[in-house]
């Protein structure tokens, strides 16, 4: 690998703050296009061709794996990155292949925004119930009288009241809780945004980071993944693994 390259992609990805824990690239049958080192405990794959290289590393988290790419562009020619265009073959131990879906990043953010705003929905309808009871007491008398006739009659009753005070209070303590759960889902939803990898076109000499999400099919018992990008003219085809 060209020594200005390794300078190159050692400055990126130690500056790329991630927690990521690696996924462990396999390099097979010595392929001269494909390198992997170390960063930060890190195993980076990359796969270096005459115009053009990417590097990567990423993970698996239940049913989605996050790649984290970099596109470098050494071609004279202005080169589109699209994040759909980065494939994932996955193959099964008996060679059952399958693709992976590639999340389209606002498809994605719309996604996590409408699960966050459904659970302010029910953490709101919760503490509408919770605000009730916060105001409201209740006590229950009983006792035991005679009436005219000397028969004794045994009684109870169940007396309500609310305070109203209280139950302003804790509606205004629920509906801070939920503004600062809006705020901690708008950050969250920002640091996914900003780290994604959008459409660019590169420039010669260009170069882009970020990560790609993908669905991960879990009910398959996947052997081997292989991350396929056709960059310009040249296909990248870099096998890995997730650690068990």
Partial sequence: MRLISLFFLSA???????????????IENNDENLNRFYMQGREVA????????????????????????????????????????LNIRAVTDNGFVRKLETYEPES???????????????????????????GTSTSTTSGEVYNSYGTLFSYSGTTVTEDE??????????????????????????????????????????????NVKFKNQRRYDFEKFYLEFQFGDEKHSIPFKFRK
């Fill in 108 to 134: 994605y953010l719309r996604g996590v925004k409408r699960r966050q705003y459904t659970a302010l929905i029910l953490q709101g309808m919760s503490n509408v119930a919770n605000d009730y009871s916060a």
């Fill in 12 to 26: 990126i990805f130690i500056s790329c703050s991630s927690s990521f824990y690696y996924s462990s690239p396999v």
């Fill in 165 to 210: 005070s209280k139950k302003r209070d804790a509606q205004r303590k629920s509906q801070d809780q939920l503004n600062d759960q809006s705020l901690q889902y708008e950050l969250y939803r920002n640091s996914i945004k900003d780290g994604m990898l959008l459409k660019t076109t590169l420039f010669p000499g260009g170069h882009i980071e970020g």
């Fill in 46 to 85: 990359i796969s270096v061709q005459e115009n053009s290289v990417i590097a990567f590393y990423g993970v698996s988290s239940g049913n989605e794996i996050t790649i984290k790419t970099l596109f470098i562009n050494e071609s004279g020619n202005y080169i589109d990155i699209i994040p759909t265009n």
